[in-house]
């Protein structure tokens, strides 16, 4: 973890998933943490933040509003801005996932994970490629509708942005991709797929029954789209990258008796 020691506050932007290690960091460090949130943020990712003695603040209604606000707050306050999915520490970070994977499994030849700003994806795929593993493992990528900007912009061939972000897995909220991680993942990339908010949510209820781990439909997209795409993964060993368990219960009820009655 790198920052500037004349910053005064660091000033971080969603997603949870990478504002959780660094409020944690953060603390350890002794150095301030405010977390830029969006309005669609619940109470119970805010507390999680604020219980790791981060400083929280709600911006905007979708995180690329609460990004444009973070990152001008942090040049006018003078402060080390981290960008969750372009910084490229962040990336080469993420990427070692694939590296404690192949401690552990030996062979692979299909890696699945979801997509948000790309981020996460990118960073494995980049890792993938500097151990010339390429064309050994199959990388597949997973949206939910109303959060698929990199599948969109895959069908246009060219980066567009969403108009607005209308699945309930907000952790994969980006309206927009950047061009790096576009360009990345569109070349590096074997198949993209994209699933319903309903189909993430009894995929959620089914990990949560047979694996008794409670995740988020941000991740469990990933599972949804290994079910509905089976023939491409037979016969294969295949990671799914599940991260992300920043749920409530009441908020995993309330999806349920939306989605499946």
Known sequence: FFFNDTATTEIYTLSLHDALPISIISKKLSIPCLIVLPESTSKHRINILENLGAETKIKGRTWDESNVYASQLAAKLDSLYIHPFSDPLVLQGQGTIILEVLKEVSEIDSVIASIGGGGLLTGISLAID????????????????????????????????????????????????????????????????????????????????????????????????????????TAKTIVLIICGSNVSFEEVEKWKYQFLG
């Open 130 to 233: 500097a151990m010339g593993l390429r064309e050994n493992i199959s990388i597949y990528g997973v949206e939910t509708i109303g959060a698929e900007c990199f599948n969109k912009s895959l069908a246009k061939g060219t980066l567009i942005e969403l108009e607005d972000i209308t699945s309930i897995a907000t952790s994969l909220g980006a309206k927009k991709m950047n061009k790096f991680n576009f360009t990345t993942l569109r070349r590096m990339i074997t198949k993209s797929y994209t699933v319903t908010d309903k189909d993430s949510v009894s995929a959620l209820i089914d990990f949560l029954n047979y694996e008794k781990v409670m995740i988020e439909p941000a991740a469990s997209c990933i599972i949804a789209a290994l079910l509905q795409n089976k023939g491409e993964f």
